[in-house]
């Protein structure tokens, strides 16, 4: 993977929660004994972006001579018994959420950043989501708490789109079978979705969030894709169309996310799919890459 080390051991894993075990002597943000769940990014603290509070952006990504992190990525992650996390990186846990859940949530942090950047605000809104993995889960109940008045899911696996409709979609399609931009259109008269987020980065969903969107409309990157794709942008330019980025889950989102699950304006439970011990952790990557027993999310407990 870029920017991971070229050489040597390297521990995987980038959402994770435990208990604080020991604090350096500056700290006193937390002490031991803290629930706490970990963020992924830290960026420079002194770079133009990271200044501006774009540490996601960071522009020394990758370089840790100059202070960058990002755990599981280009610093050790959390597959361990310990780790060593910068205090910019935690968050306490609530009381009443567990660890389990705490660390699926740190998956809603992307999307709520995206979310922050395209307005953070949608109510009496149209919001199609592309792409019912865990990320698109979440963001069809962050949406919905932020007002949405009708969510559209569309992907190609039934199950997951029945989940989607438990979670609050209003309507879901199966985009290996229909058209899942006729079926926006013909929800929205004609008119198309306000806000369209891909969280699938298929080869053709690009092209598909731009001839969902309205007039005026917005769309909303959060996945990532595998390659180049083509998309009609000069349809998106001739509607006065946006198109937002993220990058992680910058801006605290993960405290907000935190907060919401508290509340319970969103839920993780539904998507721990499968729990496995640490010494079980080939079975557990096996069981996530080979989508036995069509896994969304898959814990590991130390």
Not at 81 to 107: K, Q
Not at 226 to 240: E, L, W
């Given at each position: ?203 053709d969903t690009f092209d598909q969030c731009i001839k969902m969107a309205k007039n005026g409309g917005k769309i909303l990157l959060v ?80």
């Amino acid at each position: 993977m870029p920017q991971m080390p070229r050489y040597g051991e390297f521990i995987f894993g980038d959402e994770y929660a435990g208990d604080v075990v020991a604090t350096g002597r500056t700290v006193d943000e937390f002490r031991v004994g803290d629930r706490v769940v970990v963020e992924a990014h830290m960026g420079c603290r002194r770079c133009e972006n990271c200044i501006r509070g774009l540490y996601t952006a960071c522009l020394n990504y990758g370089n840790t001579k100059r202070g960058h992190r990002a755990n599981g990525f280009t610093t050790n992650g959390g597959l361990a018994e310990y780790a060593v996390n910068h205090v910019n990186t935690l968050y306490r846990i609530p009381d009443g959420v567990s660890y389990e859940e705490a660390t699926v949530v740190m998956t809603s942090g992307s999307p709520l950043f995206g979310l922050e950047n395209a307005g953070g605000y949608f109510a009496g809104e149209t919001v199609a989501v592309v792409g019912p993995g865990p990320v698109g889960l979440m963001a069809i109940q962050l949406v919905k708490a932020l007002g949405a008045t009708r969510v559209v899911l569309a992907g190609t696996r039934d199950s997951r789109l029945t989940m989607g409709r438990k979670l609050g979609a209003d309507v879901i399609v199966n985009s290996g079978q229909t058209d899942p931009v006729a079926v926006v259109m013909e929800t929205t008269d004609g008119k198309g979705a306000d806000l369209v987020i891909d969280c699938a980065g298929g080869d053709d969903t690009f092209d598909q969030c731009i001839k969902m969107a309205k007039n005026g409309g917005k769309i909303l990157l959060v996945a990532f894709y595998h390659g180049p794709v083509t998309a009609d942008v000069s349809h998106a330019v001739r509607r006065n169309v946006t198109i937002y980025t993220e990058r992680g889950e910058g801006g605290t989102s993960v405290g907000r996310a935190l907060a919401l699950l508290a509340a319970g304006r969103i839920t993780a439970k539904p998507l721990i799919t499968h729990q496995f011990p640490l010494s079980r952790v080939h079975e557990a990557f096996d069981v996530l890459e080979k989508r036995i027993g069509d896994p969304l999310k898959v814990v590991l407990q130390s």
